[in-house]
């Protein structure tokens, strides 16, 4: 679903927004850290079953938009940046982590995580430049699996 520029960009941000809603449809919007495995995005987070997003989407509203974004440059303006709706599910996975004092091993444990499947994807200014001929270029695609 994503181009091999689209991959390299988001594999060199840290820090995306997710939306989810609650079951009372009240939209929740929040800066996470991410990961991506070139098919999946996958949000972890300090107490994470007490956020919003966890609880939005144990509660059954698993909808969900992500988006990454920067600015290339300030001077011309020149913002980039990939939006996403997909769809969420709560999995485990191993955090590593280096207790203190650090001479001890790292230690291993499970922690959930959302994972989150693109369904349909927008990109601006990662292919191409965002603005041509005083016009906004933007791709989108849908997932057809």
Do not use: C
């Given at each position: 679903?994503?181009?091999?520029?689209?991959?390299?960009?988001?594999?060199?941000?840290?820090?995306?927004?997710?939306?989810?809603?609650?079951?009372?449809?009240?939209?929740?919007?929040?800066?996470?850290?991410?990961?991506?495995?070139?098919?999946?995005?996958?949000?972890?987070?300090?107490?994470?079953?007490?956020?919003?997003?966890?609880?939005?989407?144990?509660?059954?509203?698993?909808?969900v938009a992500?988006?990454?974004?920067?600015?290339?440059?300030?001077?011309?303006?020149?913002?980039?940046?990939?939006?996403?709706?997909?769809?969420?599910?709560?999995?485990?996975?191993?955090?590593?982590?280096?207790?203190?004092?650090?001479?001890?091993?790292?230690?291993?444990?499970?922690?959930?995580?959302?994972?989150?499947?693109?369904?349909k994807k927008?990109?601006?200014?990662?292919?191409?430049?965002?603005?041509?001929?005083?016009?906004?270029?933007?791709t989108?695609?849908?997932?057809?699996?």
């Amino acid at each position: 679903m994503f181009s091999e520029k689209e991959i390299s960009y988001l594999k060199s941000q840290r820090l995306a927004r997710i939306a989810t809603v609650s079951s009372k449809l009240q939209p929740d919007v929040a800066p996470v850290g991410f990961e991506f495995d070139g098919e999946y995005f996958y949000i972890g987070g300090l107490q994470q079953t007490k956020t919003y997003k966890y609880k939005n989407v144990v509660g059954g509203n698993t909808k969900v938009a992500l988006v990454i974004d920067d600015w290339e440059s300030a001077d011309p303006w020149n913002p980039r940046g990939i939006k996403i709706h997909g769809e969420a599910e709560i999995v485990e996975r191993e955090v590593r982590f280096r207790p203190v004092p650090s001479e001890r091993p790292d230690e291993i444990e499970l922690a959930p995580y959302l994972k989150v499947k693109p369904e349909k994807k927008w990109s601006w200014g990662i292919e191409r430049p965002v603005f041509e001929d005083g016009k906004v270029v933007m791709t989108r695609e849908t997932r057809n699996d």
